[in-house]
């Protein structure tokens, strides 16, 4: 089944330590995406990639970084992780923006920092 | 600001029937969609309105006024597994989707 898969699925880093959440998809989408969910909160948007564009939400922190090598893998790198990072991290797709833009999600990885 | 405003609970019991309502204040508006979230799960895409009415899937429902921007999910003959967080979102266009901040759904027995 074509599927967004996103690794690992539970991670725990200290403070301050960098951390890579990666997310790989076998639907051939153009558009990849990062939300970070806190609990009981909305999914936020915190960057895209359009093929290689490269787009930052305004409020995202400089702390975020992201890499998309190809058109089948996404990294979400996190450089020095605080306190207030700690969330549920979703990986999505679309296919093109067009239409009602469906995002298929990833299960997430969920960020612990000690 | 950007929002989207959604009960934070709602509780029904199985085979009932039950309205999860969203209101929306947002820049832009290309339409409205339901997302459904398990414990532990990813959101998964339920539907999507476009243009003002309701749009039928099977038990669930769903409406859209873009003059009162409002819409709701419409769930019918409750499940047991239907309990999990529903999210309205509004794609505004330019591959972004804003979400509500999710509806829990507890379905007793």
């Known amino acids: 089944d074509a599927m967004v898969i996103q690794n690992p699925r539970y991670q725990v880093t200290q403070f301050g330590k960098p951390v890579t959440l990666s997310c790989s998809q076998t639907l051939n989408h153009n558009v990849m995406y990062w939300y970070q969910q806190k609990s009981s909160q909305a999914p936020k948007l915190l960057f895209h990639?359009?093929?290689?564009?490269?787009?930052n939400e305004a409020d995202t922190p400089d702390n975020f970084q992201s890499r998309r090598p190809n058109t089948s893998f996404c990294f979400l790198d996190i450089r020095s992780p605080g306190l207030g990072d700690a969330a549920m991290y979703l990986c999505a797709t679309s296919r093109d923006g067009s239409g009602a833009n469906v995002l298929t999600f990833g299960a997430g990885s969920r960020l612990t920092v000690l | 600001g950007q929002s989207l405003e959604q009960p934070s609970e709602v509780t029904a019991v199985e085979g009932a029937i039950v309205q999860i309502n969203c209101t929306y204040q947002t820049s832009g508006f290309y339409g409205l969609s339901w997302y459904q979230q398990h414990d532990g799960g990813a959101p998964t895409f339920l539907s999507y309105?476009?243009?003002?009415g309701l749009e039928e899937t099977g038990r669930f429902s769903s409406f859209l006024s873009r003059s009162d921007s409002y819409g709701y999910l419409l769930l019918q003959e409750l499940q047991m597994k239907d309990s999990a967080s529903y999210f309205c979102?509004?794609?505004?266009?330019?591959?972004?989707?804003?979400f509500g901040a999710g509806t829990r759904l507890f379905v007793k027995a």
């Open positions: 990639y359009y093929d290689k564009d490269f787009n």
């Open positions: 309105n476009a243009l003002d």
């Open positions: 979102a509004v794609y505004t266009g330019g591959f972004k989707t804003i």
